[in-house]
């Protein structure tokens, strides 16, 4: 079964540190994508970024990061320099099922204070 | 981007009302598109996945009667939550999908039910 894991429930940071978001996937597909979405307080979902298993290159979108090790099945987040407009819940997701439906962690409550 | 537009926003009704949300694809034609459930504090839950021109999926313990949901047209997805009670009070977020992995995001509808 898919499963994801965001073991940070709340990342609180100062303004201008660095942070990075954890996310753990597990999957029996040989081939898969993976989601970040950012859900900030107004509610709705923003697409961050979609990565594919067969490319382990790391992607840097602006001051957002993103770090892809299939080895240890981990897609994790880092946002450098980090905004009060950053404050968000991300969540890490994993398209699963007949549908591709998406699996879903947790979320990790970010909270950055100026 | 994608855009999925979500119709009302907000909504506050009595007990045993019915309450119909819509969710639109503004910019592209969905072949699939997904109604979440969202409590306070917790990750999305999948209720139904629904495909244009056929009857939607439901998730384990979701209640078709109690939430119907049609997918008329290749942009437009509805849900109607009947005969609408306080437990019914959620966030109720709808995503669309074009045929590739990534789902796009409504902005997402605040029910209220008194």
């Known amino acids: 079964a898919q499963k994801v894991t965001q073991a940070q429930t709340e990342i609180s940071v100062v303004e201008k540190e660095d942070v990075t978001l954890d996310c753990v996937y597990e999957t029996r597909d040989t081939t898969y994508y993976l989601f970040w979405y950012k859900q900030p307080p107004s509610g709705e979902l923003v697409f961050l970024i979609r990565r594919n298993s067969f490319d382990e290159q790391n992607e840097i979108s602006g001051r957002y990061s993103w770090n892809f090790q299939k080895s240890t099945s981990s897609f994790n987040f880092t946002i450098t320099a980090s905004q009060v407009v950053d404050s968000a819940v991300y969540f890490c997701?994993?398209?699963?099922?007949?549908?591709?439906?998406?699996?879903f962690g947790s979320g990790t409550q970010l909270t950055v204070l100026p | 981007g994608a855009v999925v537009s979500q119709h009302p926003s907000r909504v506050i009704c009595k007990s045993g009302t019915s309450v119909k949300i819509e969710c639109r694809s503004l910019?592209?034609?969905?072949?699939?598109m997904f109604w979440y459930r969202q409590f306070p504090k917790q990750s999305l839950m999948l209720m139904a996945t629904s495909n244009e021109g056929s009857k939607a999926t439901y998730e384990q313990g979701v209640e078709k009667d109690k939430f119907l949901i049609n997918h008329a047209s290749l942009t437009l997805s509805t849900l109607t939550v009947t005969s609408a009670h306080p437990e019914d009070s959620s966030f109720y977020i709808c995503?669309?999908?074009?045929?590739?992995?990534?789902?796009?995001f409504g902005p997402g509808t605040r029910l209220l039910v008194l």
């Open positions: 997701a994993l398209p699963s099922g007949s549908a591709r439906q998406l699996t």
């Open positions: 995503s669309a999908r074009a045929g590739t992995e990534t789902q796009y």
């Open positions: 910019d592209f034609q969905a072949t699939t």
